[in-house]
């Protein structure tokens, strides 16, 4: 009976899809600019982009009796959260806010007053429905970014679920605390462009949580360690994030002006830096300079910049990259000289790389580059900014670690989060879907 539940929900959910269709009573056109709108379309394309290469650079580092359930666990969070966002998610994370702590669930509950409401506020030379849609891009990728740490062990429908309640609990509260006007990060004074503290934070928390939670693989405890799958994936899915990144951060401008490009250039130039300093920075330690190396390295820098893009300069973003990457390295160092089993180091990489930018962007964020900044950064002569990232980094942290592990263990209540041991020796390609990597 167990296993027609999730069926039954879908099912569920498409005959409420009847009952309460959403049809606009008059489309709102007023204000709208065809530039903005364009770029948007291709923007909202580029970030959903992100997830595939997401799903090729993680599987290509993880075994190769591994990689393509490692794969599925960002492929399947397009349609799952896609779901969870039309019925529920958008209004948690935009509709009217309750106290600043989440949205009204009921606001845009089914997608209602979404193709005939007004723009966003914040975004109101595009229609209220592309907005919702570009912003649900982001809720996609970040529940994918945990799998990184639970790879080779974790039970698939118990993901699904853990996915689910993480987009609920933990990403829409966060959303809306930081991106609506009414959200009391926001209020505070906190600046993240395009996600450093909603996505990167949340899913680098979320992952240690579930690290520490799911335990190590025998793999790990044995010290028996298989070389990645496939690098030139890895290569492929950096070049797809690298590529879709642009839309992430030059979208979150919401606009095809020179904010976009601005935060277009500065994305562009930490990834470069922070690839060439994980490259420089294993050299000076005695090491090869790898793909691998130089691939993650231009991951992180795109991290550390993602809250910082559109507040400052191109110049500064070669240093955010390059400080980001050294730091997240020599953390990602020290994780392999522990017992966490962060399996593709989701924390050291999007979470410490999250938390880089979120300071960054306090010490460097200026009127100049965007005059939506009210105090100025740290290098600038002002404390309050910093003291105010200082804040959102240490409360975020908090809520996402503990929410997080709060879910996982609900998680496992209902359904358990790790395969057996038999099922994690054959590999999760086999155990859990029945499929396998044929090697050429």
């Known amino acids: 009976m167990k296993k027609y539940i999730p069926l039954v929900i879908l099912l569920g959910v498409s005959l409420l899809g009847i009952l309460m269709p959403a049809i606009p009573t008059q489309i709102v056109t007023e204000g709208l600019n065809s530039g903005d709108i364009a770029w948007m379309l291709v923007a909202t394309a580029f970030v959903l982009l992100m997830t595939p290469g997401l799903a090729y650079f993680y599987g290509g580092m993880v075994n190769h009796k591994n990689v393509i359930s490692t794969m599925l666990q960002s492929f399947i969070a397009m349609g799952v959260i896609s779901i969870v966002w039309v019925v529920v998610g958008f209004s948690l994370a935009f509709g009217d806010s309750i106290g600043g702590w989440v949205g009204n669930p009921m606001t845009f509950f089914m997608f209602s007053n979404v193709l005939d409401g007004k723009p966003w506020s914040l975004a109101p030379t595009i229609p209220l429905a592309l907005f919702a849609f570009f912003q649900l891009k982001f809720a996609v990728i970040t529940p994918a970014l945990v799998t990184g740490s639970l790879a080779e062990r974790i039970k698939f429908r118990s993901y699904i679920l853990f996915m689910v309640l993480f987009s609920i609990f933990v990403y829409a509260p966060l ?23 909603v996505v990167h934070m949340s899913a680098g928390w979320a992952a240690l949580a579930g690290a520490l939670y799911l335990k190590r693989r025998r793999a790990h405890v044995e010290a028996n360690f298989l070389p990645p ?24 401008a919401v606009g095809s002006g020179p904010l976009a490009v601005s935060a277009l250039a500065a994305t562009n130039t930490a990834a470069a830096a922070a690839g060439l300093a994980w490259v420089l920075f294993d050299a000076a330690k005695g090491k090869k300079p790898s793909a691998l190396g130089f691939s993650i390295g231009a991951v992180v820098g795109l991290v550390a910049i993602t809250p910082a893009c559109g507040f400052v300069t191109i110049p500064q973003s070669i240093f955010i990259g390059t400080i980001s990457s050294m730091v997240s390295n020599y953390l990602a160092h020290l994780r392999t000289k522990t017992t966490l089993d962060d399996t593709l180091d989701v924390f050291p990489c999007h979470g410490v790389g999250g938390m880089m930018g979120m300071l960054m962007t306090g010490i460097f964020a200026s009127k100049g580059v965007n005059s939506a900044v009210v105090d100025e950064g740290l290098a600038y002569g002002t404390f309050t900014l910093f003291k105010n990232h200082l804040i959102a980094l240490v409360v975020v942290s908090v809520f996402a670690f503990v929410m997080s592990y709060v879910i996982l263990k609900v998680t496992d209540l209902i359904e358990p989060l790790r395969v057996s041991e038999e099922d994690e020796k054959v590999g999760l390609d086999i155990s859990q879907h029945d499929e396998f990597l044929v090697e050429a």
Do not use: R
């Open 175 to 197: 959303a809306h605390w930081t991106w609506h006007p009414d959200g009391f990060l926001f209020k505070l004074g906190v600046l993240d462009f395009a996600g450093g503290t």
């Open 229 to 252: 799958a496939n690098i030139p994936y890895v290569l492929l899915g950096t070049g797809l994030l690298w590529f879709g990144w642009f839309g992430f951060n030059a979208g979150s």
